[in-house]
């Protein structure tokens, strides 16, 4: 049996459950240590950078889903393990003017909860989803699950960005800890018996993890495509941890309007997304390899005119751009993320997990990267120079990182079947 379209919007679910979580320490939270708090962006850059690092155990979390059974529980007690780190999180705020030593030391903690909450969560149903849809309905499923998180982190970012303000410590907590437990909740409810019903009992794999990973990695295909996603997805979260605080300190934003902006760029993705998805697979309007390169172009275009306005300081388009930014991250995401479904079921049975959770770890690595990177350049140049100069000159770096990743897919991606291409002759 393979999952209906009921059973696909239902796992999608709990895709939008993470994604309202995570916006909630990758964006409210930084903003306010980097601008309320007075703290380095460094500081959130380093702590997003640790929930990503941890992360790279997704191929081991693949690979046991992979060597079967108990998917459900992965998935409900990582979703626990992410709302308890977020709240631990938002805890951390409140101790930040007491003590930065405290404060640092439970922010920690939270975010290495938060990774292996994240890391366990969602390559476990990702492995779910991968496993028990049929082949032909894997780019859509990719499809409408990615919709429904980007839906997720736009509405929870807009909602939490309306009810933030007036800014009150006490206010925050309020809104994690309710997001946190709707959360908990909903992802209850989206898997009960779904696995159950669809999954049979197998034998067991032997093979040991290494061994099965290492099958993969020799993959062509599935090797290529892990190069681009790092490539790739360092270029997209460079700008992940420094718009909220470029919208705060060049715009003069406040908590509840940055939060917004945030809420607006997903947004932006989300009709990304669907655009796509309506053309390429309702009107048959173009390939994945097509998507890709021009959305991986717009968003260098897009991050080339968020530099532009920061001369100009407030009154500048930002939440349009912002919004545009989004839309062709959007375009190029969902483009990849139906290669990454199709692909995962081509090469050796029973390691469809095994490479979610490669690229996955992929992506992980180039998130915590890209971030960590974005912010510490910002930091390193506002030494020298302004505020607007030192973030319009990380974006510029961010666009020739979105180009080269528009030559990569160029030249990996096959123009006639959508899938990877081989770069060695003779594989």
């Known amino acids: 049996m393979t999952l209906s379209w009921l059973q696909i919007v239902r796992l999608g679910l709990v895709q939008m459950c993470l994604g309202s979580i995570v916006v909630l320490t990758t964006s409210t939270l930084n903003r306010l240590m980097v601008v309320e708090l007075s703290l380095a962006a460094t500081v959130p850059g380093m702590l997003v950078a640790l929930h990503y690092g941890i992360q790279l155990s997704r191929p081991k979390w693949g690979f046991a889903s992979d060597t079967g059974g108990h998917r459900t529980r992965w998935i409900v007690g990582g979703m626990a393990a992410l709302a308890i780190g977020a709240l631990m999180a938002t805890g951390a705020i409140l101790l930040f003017p007491i003590s930065f030593g405290l404060g640092m030391a439970v922010s920690i903690g939270a975010y290495a909860l938060i990774g292996l909450g994240v890391g366990a969560s969602g390559t476990s149903l990702l492995a779910l989803i991968a496993t028990t849809t049929s082949p032909h309905r894997r780019a859509a499923a990719a499809t409408i699950t990615w919709l429904m998180m980007i839906f997720g982190i736009a509405v929870t970012a807009s909602t939490v960005g309306a009810f933030l303000d007036p800014y009150t410590p006490a206010l925050l907590l309020e809104v994690v800890f309710t997001v946190a437990c709707a959360a908990i909740l909903l992802t209850v409810l989206a898997v009960r018996g779904v696995e159950r019903r669809l999954i049979a009992v197998s034998e067991p794999d032997p093979t040991p993890f290494r061994a099965g990973l290492a099958e993969v990695w020799q993959e062509p295909r599935a090797r290529n495509f892990t190069l ?23 715009f ?11 809420g607006a760029q997903n947004g932006g993705t989300f009709l990304g997304m669907l655009a796509v998805g309506i053309l390429a697979t309702g009107f ?36 349009p751009i912002a919004v545009a ?52 350049m910002v930091d390193l140049l506002r030494l020298s120079s302004g505020d607007a100069s030192a973030f319009g000159s990380v974006f510029l770096f961010e666009a020739a990182l979105f180009l080269a990743a528009a030559a990569m897919a160029a030249r990996i991606m096959d123009r006639k079947t959508n899938v990877t291409a081989n770069l060695v002759p003779g594989e």
């Open 325 to 376: 930014l989004g839309f062709f991250n959007g375009m190029f995401a969902v483009a990849a993320i139906g290669s990454m479904m199709a692909l995962a079921g081509q090469g050796r049975d029973r390691r469809e997990g095994t490479r979610m959770g490669l690229w996955g770890a992929a992506q992980a690595l180039a998130a915590g990267f890209g971030g960590l990177t974005g912010a510490a």
């Open 228 to 250: 681009f996603v790092f490539l790739s997805m360092t270029a997209y979260f460079m700008q992940e941890l420094i718009l909220e605080p470029y919208a705060g300190l060049v």
């Open 252 to 262: 003069g934003f406040t908590p509840g309007q940055s939060t917004s902006l945030s």
């Open 284 to 319: 048959k309007i173009g390939g994945l390899r097509g998507w890709v390169v021009a959305g991986c172009i717009g968003s260098a275009a897009s991050l080339a005119a968020l530099a532009l306005i920061g001369p100009i300081g407030p009154g500048a388009p930002l939440v």
